[in-house]
C-alpha cells in the first residue's frame, strides 16, 4: 500500500463510503480504485486526483497534502545514482535489494532521518 493509497482508504472509511460507491460517483472501476489503494497502480494523474478531491471535497492545506501523498506514492521507483559516488550507488542498490526485509522499525528509522535531510534549514 502506498500513503496515497492509505489516506485514500482511511477518507473512505471516515465518510462510510464503499468502493465501489466511490469508483461509481468517480467514473473508474471498482477494481482501478482497489488497485490505486493498494499499490498495484502507479501514482493517480492529476485528473484523477482532481476528481477525488471533488468527491470528498477537499480543499486548501488538505488538497496540498493529498497531493504530496499522491508525488510520494510512486509504488515503482527509479533511483538514478549516474554521476553520484560509489557510495550512492551502493546504498541505492542495497536499499532496493532488501527493503522488502526490513522490519518496520528500521523503516520508520530511516524515513525518519532521510525527512530530517530533506527539510530546509
Known amino acids: 500500500m502506498t500513503p496515497f493509497g492509505r489516506r485514500l482508504r482511511e477518507m473512505r472509511a471516515a465518510r462510510g463510503v464503499t468502493l465501489s460507491q466511490m469508483a461509481q460517483a468517480i467514473g473508474v472501476s471498482a477494481a482501478y480504485l482497489s488497485a490505486l489503494e493498494h499499490g498495484k497502480r502507479g501514482q493517480p494523474t492529476w485528473l484523477m486526483l482532481q476528481r ?30 549516474s554521476g553520484l559516488s560509489p557510495e550512492a550507488t551502493e546504498l541505492a542498490n542495497l536499499l532496493a535489494r532488501e527493503i522488502a526485509t526490513l522490519p518496520p522499525e528500521a523503516v520508520a528509522e530511516l524515513l525518519g532521518r532521510l525527512k530530517i535531510l530533506g527539510r530546509p534549514g
Open 52 to 81: 477525488i478531491m471533488a468527491y470528498f471535497n477537499v480543499i486548501w492545506d488538505e488538497a496540498e497534502a493529498l497531493r504530496a501523498l499522491a508525488d510520494m506514492s510512486d509504488p515503482r521507483v527509479v533511483v538514478d545514482t
